[in-house]
């Protein structure tokens, strides 16, 4: 009689196989951001770690976050050579050592690596198992494109934009441990790899499962609920909500959708992968979309526009040629702001896609034409007259990495004419890596506005050795100034912390904020553009200092209870018990005011500025 041969026994995993909840954390890199794209970051190895769940060990890596004044700490494979205390580098310029992490075009070819990303952003795909490496074949400059050999010997093509750790993954060289005797070799055969059929419960009778005996099969039903069933039937998984609000498309959903574009809660990064740009067509196309006028800067004209008379503010900023530019001329057009955009033929209008999870925004920006603003549109005779018919002049600091010349004439305008210059510090990364034209426009600023993260990275990078808030507003307020005519103002907000407030020569105001109940906050997105709307308003109309801190809070606090960086509509009742519309400023001392919110169409009495 013949004997019965199987080529290969099948079953689940392999003898190194361990349950993923043993799992340490996720091994990958960190996520893609303008820090690391455009130059580099440092890290520290912390520890090397062993994974239940992996052949290979992990490196807990710390790096101090380009963004705000603290560190993260990230979680990668470990290659062979690494230990503890040593630095890692992170970026396009970082060395071809061993553990840093560089995009495929900057190592030469013949360069091994590990955790290769297969596409950008996607934090590492390729080359991750004990012992095992790619290795860099070959660049195609004119495409963008590397080819690369794989583990296994295939060969791939890639972008050359990928990023790749150098280095072999550590662990290798194991072999199986001899069966000594027969039960061993049975659980090892039991847990080989390939798929290993499972029967169902209710195809079994009703002895060997719960589920079996039934006299029919059981047609398969979703296990996650609908968001809009009733009530009695939300028990379970319940399908996250997603909505969205261009130029900021906003998202409410879950952590889930997070993951899926390796974001952060609170993070703020440049959609710079093709992972992060598929966000937009996510929530425009998939899901029901609202559209909103954003960027920092046009968020706060919109909002200072909204506490003043009719015309009273102009924008200046770039689109491009497509149908976003016209929802966004609509947009602005509803909200009263005179916009005088440069067009870009080659170039999208700039989007930023925020997802909000609880109380918490996740931005990811994609500059598009904004990026691409010049003098020559700011210096043109129509643009260049309202410039000049202008008394007070505001400029966003993500505008140094756009166009630092057009910055610093609007600087030297204002300087010359004893017109009003007013800066914002925008983000802690301007600190960091635009500090030459930072410094530059620095002596012009009569008011610099930054949040306490902004304030505390300007110091690090300009030897202000202190971390005290105070300290430092004093150390901005008494920098060199052009305009001797004025004293120069540094504000610091703190979130629900008080306001700073130091004046050159002077002692330091704090200002506490507007209380709001936690249930009342619906998104905290652009709370920082609205306050810097507000006290640019009391500004304008001449009131105190004091005063023009109170309008921003104020105006702040009221952003924060819509979705995404929005104000109101004001009502006022009428001796006919009728609601008029009237306009924010003619509401500040009225007794009573009604705002009718657009999002949820009931009426809510407003507590009074």
């Known amino acids: 009689m013949g004997r019965v041969i199987r080529n290969q026994r099948k079953g689940r995993g392999s003898i190194f196989t361990a349950n993923t909840r043993l799992n340490k954390a996720p091994a990958q890199f960190r996520t893609l951001d303008y820090a690391e794209a455009h130059g580099y970051l440092r890290g520290v190895v912390k520890e090397i770690i062993h994974d239940p769940g992996r052949g290979a060990p992990l490196a807990r890596v710390q790096f101090r976050d380009p963004y705000r004044f603290k560190l993260h700490t990230e979680t ?23 553990g840093n992490i560089l995009p495929l075009r900057s190592v030469p070819e013949g360069t091994v690596l590990t955790n290769v990303e297969e596409k950008v952003g996607d934090r590492g795909a390729l080359g991750r198992t004990s012992g095992n490496y790619v290795t860099v074949i070959g660049h195609n400059p004119d495409e963008g494109k590397t080819r690369v050999k794989l583990p296994s010997g295939a060969k791939k093509v890639i972008k050359s934009s990928a990023r790749g750790m150098v280095g072999i993954v550590a662990g290798g060289g194991r072999t199986d441990k001899p069966l000594l005797k027969a039960s061993r070799a049975k659980h090892k055969f039991a847990v080989k790899r390939n798929s290993w059929p499972k029967t169902r419960g ?39 909500r997603r909505t969205g609000l261009l130029r900021d498309i906003q998202a409410k959903a879950d952590e889930s959708v997070l993951s899926e574009y390796g ?69 602005v057009k509803t909200a009263g702001l005179r916009v005088e955009y440069r067009v870009d033929a080659k170039e999208p209008t700039g989007r930023c896609g925020v997802v909000v999870t609880n109380q918490n925004r996740s931005m990811v920006t994609d500059l598009g034409a904004a990026n691409h603003y010049d003098l020559e549109h700011l210096k043109s005779p129509e643009v260049w007259k309202l410039v000049e018919n202008a008394e007070f ?10 166009c ?13 004419k004893n017109k009003t210059f007013i800066f914002s510090l925008s983000a802690p990364f301007i600190s960091q890596f635009f500090k030459e034209p930072l410094d530059a426009s620095a002596p012009y600023w009569d008011y610099v506005i930054g949040n306490e993260t902004e304030a505390l ?40 912390e008080p306001t700073v407030v130091a004046i050159d020569g002077e002692s330091v105001h704090e200002y506490p904020v507007h209380a709001i109940d936690e249930k009342l906050i619906n998104d905290t997105t652009g709370a920082g553009d609205a306050f810097a709307a507000g006290f640019i308003a009391g500004l304008v109309t001449g009131v105190p200092i004091a005063q023009a801190i109170d309008q921003g809070h104020w105006l702040a606090k009221l952003s924060i209870q819509e979705l995404g960086p929005s104000y109101v509509y004001f009502f006022m009742l009428s001796q006919n018990r009728t609601f008029i519309g009237v306009s924010a400023a003619e509401c500040f001392h009225h007794p009573n005011f009604f705002t009718l919110s657009l999002e949820n169409t009931s009426l809510k009495l407003l507590d009074k500025w």
Do not use: C
């Not at 954003?294 to 909204?306: E, P, S």
């Not at 507003?473 to 504000?491: D, V």
């Open 263 to 331: 974001l952060k809660p609170n993070d703020a990064i440049l959609a710079e992968s093709d992972l992060h740009k598929s966000i937009y067509d996510d929530l425009l196309n998939n899901f029901s979309a609202k559209l909103i006028a954003g960027g920092g800067a046009q968020n706060t004209a919109r909002g200072a526009q909204y506490m003043l008379p009719p015309d009273s503010v102009a924008f200046l900023g770039g689109v491009g040629a497509d149908k976003y530019a016209d929802i966004l001329r609509d947009a």
């Open 76 to 98: 990668f494979i470990a290659n062979e050579g690494m230990y503890t205390g040593q630095f890692i580098y992170a970026g396009k310029n970082a060395s071809l050592t061993i």
């Open 457 to 496: 990275a300007y110091a690090e990078f300009h030897n202000i050795e202190t971390k005290d808030i105070k300290e430092i507003a004093k150390a901005l307020a008494a920098l060199p100034k052009k305009n001797k005519q004025r004293k120069r103002i540094a504000i610091i907000t703190q979130g629900t």
């Open 404 to 416: 630092p010349p057009a910055v610093q004439a609007l600087a030297e305008e204002a300087a010359e």
């Open 393 to 402: 002049y505001f400029v966003g600091g993500y505008h140094l990495t756009v």
């Open 202 to 240: 209710v195809a079994m009778n009703p002895v060997d499962h719960p589920h079996g005996g039934g006299n029919h099969q059981h047609i398969g039903k979703a296990s996650t609920i609908s968001r809009y069933a009733a009530q009695g039937q939300k028990a379970g998984l319940i399908a996250a």
